[in-house]
């Protein structure tokens, strides 16, 4: 398949009006630009009174729909090509659309007063606007290479303001036990639609919740400050002495990160400091091992033997190391969270798997993700279709639930259709073993996107494509705690990824044929 646009977009017509017109790239670019500075908002409540949506309803969800309106229509409909990563996207949603009007056959319990139309049309909105954050970035940003540098800048300004508002709320968390003046809770309640907007000894940025911020600052701003510093790259210019913008936004980032207290968020981004290391230790490994051959000069079945002994060792000392770092930050975080606490002051007892989850508080969890592996293991192949699991609950949840305050509340208060609150889950129980199949293959092209980033020679796009790759990394972990396709942070950074991996395509094939002429005979 050719990945590389087969014809220029128009330069006659309305079309070519319009990608001639600077006033027009720049109007997008600049929409585009406000939709990454709204990122942090991730429930705005004029909003939501508007449209009567929940409360998960970023603002930035609006802009990217409109770039739809604006760029993408007129894009595709001028020739321009979708990379080859949207087109798996397009046939999981595909996939997804079957599977909702496949799901109409089957016999799902009736709960509360939610018909299974109203419920697959709402899940089904979530899923457009999280195709919305990944395309527009995926063909706006790969119509132009210098576009990436731009919105890598308004990633950083997005950010500085996230990190700014948090260390003022961090302030007031260790400084004055987190008793917040008026005027700073009011102003929190223009960007959050909860009651009262911000948390006891937590902090929040300008999210619904901690956790929401931790999933920003996971799947967006830290693994790119974290890819810029490991390559010694900036998109400013401007130093503090030795120290760049994107060093100095992580150092405030990671901060910011362990005072949300997010044990998720906390954990995925160890899990891509892990994939570091790792990669650190297979290079060390390499090196000792040869360094092993040549210096005692070792020969025959001793050379397999050298290798796994080196290799064992180091992996021990990795998972050690990691294993003392999860733990010790565990133990700090313990003195400030009470759910850690729980885990270090309380002796543990093995009576049953949902009552140790109880013990280390995420019970709540393990009956939401147990619940869907039971739908799953009804359903198997195609799933209950989007938004139906929720249905199955009061059948399939195991009794261990109802003694939980929080899914006690959900039965006897709440109005709407719980769910699995676990994205790998959820897609296993609502479209089967072909759609998680359709996800993970679309997984697997993401990361090869980024190895072809990484092998460009240009140094942003290498950046970008390790940025896509700690971003997946985190996911694997973040998967188990979101389950919302609105949260729009992974699609947008994958956005990103494949329009790196698009330019990164088309320099190398352009290389690749200006290499092809040269061989030429003359």
Same mark, same amino acid.
């Given at each position: 398949?050719?990945?590389?646009?087969?014809?220029?977009?128009?330069?006659?017509?309305?079309?070519?009006?319009?990608?001639?017109?600077?006033?027009?790239?720049?109007?997008?670019?600049?929409?585009?630009?406000?939709?990454?500075?709204?990122?942090?908002?991730?429930?705005?409540?004029?909003?939501?009174?508007?449209?009567?949506?929940?409360?998960?309803?970023?603002?930035?969800?609006?802009?990217?729909?409109?770039?739809?309106?604006?760029?993408?229509?007129?894009?595709?409909?001028?020739?321009?090509?979708?990379?080859?990563?949207?087109?798996?996207?397009?046939?999981?949603?595909?996939?997804?659309?079957?599977?909702?009007?496949?799901?109409?056959?089957?016999?799902?319990?009736?709960?509360? &007063?939610?018909?299974?139309?109203?419920?697959?049309?709402?899940?089904?909105?979530?899923?457009?606007?999280?195709?919305?954050?990944?395309?527009?970035?995926?063909?706006?940003?790969?119509?132009?290479?210098?576009?990436?540098?731009?919105?890598?800048?308004?990633?950083?300004?997005?950010?500085?303001?996230?990190?700014?508002?948090?260390?003022?709320?961090?302030?007031?968390?260790?400084?004055?036990?987190?008793?917040?003046?008026?005027?700073?809770?009011?102003?929190?309640?223009?960007?959050?639609?909860?009651?009262?907007?911000?948390?006891?000894?937590?902090?929040?940025?300008?999210?619904?919740?901690?956790?929401?911020?931790?999933?920003?600052?996971?799947?967006?701003?830290?693994?790119?400050?974290?890819?810029?510093?490991?390559?010694?790259?900036?998109?400013?210019?401007?130093?503090?002495?030795?120290?760049?913008?994107?060093?100095?936004?992580?150092?405030?980032?990671?901060?910011?990160?362990?005072?949300?207290?997010?044990?998720?968020?906390?954990?995925?981004?160890?899990?891509?400091?892990?994939?570091?290391?790792?990669?650190?230790?297979?290079?060390?490994?390499?090196?000792?091992?040869?360094?092993?051959?040549?210096?005692?000069?070792?020969?025959?079945?001793?050379?397999?033997?050298?290798?796994?002994?080196?290799?064992?060792?180091?992996?021990?000392?990795?998972?050690?190391?990691?294993?003392?770092?999860?733990?010790?930050?565990?133990?700090?975080?313990?003195?400030?969270?009470?759910?850690?606490?729980?885990?270090?002051?309380?002796?543990?007892?093995?009576?049953?798997?949902?009552?140790?989850?109880?013990?280390?508080?995420?019970?709540?969890?393990?009956?939401?993700?147990?619940?869907?592996?039971?739908?799953?293991?009804?359903?198997?192949?195609?799933?209950?279709?989007?938004?139906?699991?929720?249905?199955?609950?009061?059948?399939?949840?195991?009794?261990?639930?109802?003694?939980?305050?929080?899914?006690?509340?959900?039965?006897?208060?709440?109005?709407?259709?719980?769910?699995?609150?676990?994205?790998?889950?959820?897609?296993?129980?609502?479209?089967?073993?072909?759609?998680?199949?359709?996800?993970?293959?679309?997984?697997?092209?993401?990361?090869?996107?980024?190895?072809?980033?990484?092998?460009?020679? &240009?140094?942003?796009?290498?950046?970008?494509?390790?940025?896509?790759?700690?971003?997946?990394?985190?996911?694997?972990?973040?998967?188990?705690?979101?389950?919302?396709?609105?949260?729009?942070?992974?699609?947008?950074?994958?956005?990103?990824?494949?329009?790196?991996?698009?330019?990164?395509?088309?320099?190398?094939?352009?290389?690749?044929?200006?290499?092809?002429?040269? &061989?030429?005979?003359?």
């Amino acid at each position: 398949m050719n990945l590389i646009p087969s014809k220029p977009l128009p330069r006659d017509g309305w079309l070519g009006f319009l990608f001639g017109s600077n006033i027009y790239l720049k109007l997008c670019l600049l929409l585009f630009g406000l939709g990454i500075l709204l990122l942090p908002i991730s429930s705005f409540p004029l909003l939501i009174r508007i449209s009567g949506a929940s409360s998960v309803a970023p603002l930035s969800n609006l802009i990217f729909l409109l770039l739809v309106f604006i760029w993408i229509i007129p894009y595709l409909w001028g020739g321009g090509r979708v990379p080859l990563e949207g087109f798996l996207l397009l046939l999981f949603i595909s996939l997804v659309v079957f599977t909702w009007g496949a799901a109409l056959f089957l016999e799902i319990p009736p709960f509360r &007063d939610v018909s299974i139309v109203s419920q697959g049309r709402s899940a089904f909105l979530t899923l457009i606007m999280a195709a919305c954050a990944f395309f527009v970035p995926a063909t706006l940003l790969s119509f132009e290479k210098k576009w990436i540098h731009y919105a890598i800048v308004f990633i950083n300004i997005s950010g500085f303001i996230v990190l700014l508002w948090s260390l003022v709320q961090a302030v007031f968390v260790f400084f004055f036990n987190s008793n917040y003046p008026d005027a700073l809770i009011r102003f929190q309640q223009l960007f959050s639609s909860r009651g009262y907007p911000l948390y006891s000894a937590r902090v929040t940025g300008f999210a619904y919740e901690p956790s929401w911020l931790a999933h920003q600052l996971v799947m967006v701003y830290l693994p790119f400050w974290l890819s810029a510093s490991l390559s010694k790259f900036s998109v400013h210019r401007r130093k503090l002495w030795v120290f760049s913008i994107e060093n100095l936004l992580l150092a405030g980032g990671v901060f910011v990160l362990f005072v949300t207290f997010s044990r998720i968020g906390i954990l995925s981004f160890m899990l891509i400091l892990g994939y570091i290391f790792m990669q650190l230790n297979i290079r060390l490994g390499r090196r000792i091992y040869q360094w092993i051959l040549n210096k005692k000069k070792i020969r025959g079945s001793l050379i397999n033997l050298t290798k796994v002994s080196v290799i064992s060792v180091l992996f021990l000392s990795f998972v050690i190391v990691y294993l003392i770092a999860i733990i010790g930050l565990g133990y700090v975080g313990s003195f400030y969270e009470p759910r850690l606490e729980r885990i270090f002051t309380q002796p543990l007892t093995f009576e049953g798997f949902f009552e140790l989850t109880n013990q280390l508080a995420f019970a709540e969890r393990a009956v939401y993700w147990s619940t869907g592996l039971e739908v799953f293991n009804d359903f198997p192949i195609l799933g209950v279709g989007l938004g139906n699991a929720g249905y199955f609950f009061p059948e399939k949840m195991p009794s261990f639930g109802y003694s939980l305050w929080e899914i006690s509340q959900l039965f006897n208060y709440e109005s709407h259709i719980p769910n699995t609150k676990n994205m790998w889950v959820r897609i296993l129980a609502e479209t089967g073993l072909i759609g998680f199949a359709l996800f993970l293959s679309w997984y697997y092209v993401l990361w090869q996107s980024g190895r072809f980033s990484q092998r460009a020679p &240009d140094p942003m796009l290498n950046v970008v494509g390790k940025f896509g790759h700690f971003v997946l990394i985190g996911f694997l972990l973040e998967g188990f705690s979101i389950d919302s396709f609105a949260l729009p942070y992974f699609w947008f950074s994958m956005g990103l990824l494949v329009a790196a991996g698009f330019v990164s395509r088309k320099i190398l094939h352009q290389a690749n044929k200006t290499s092809e002429a040269n &061989d030429l005979p003359r």
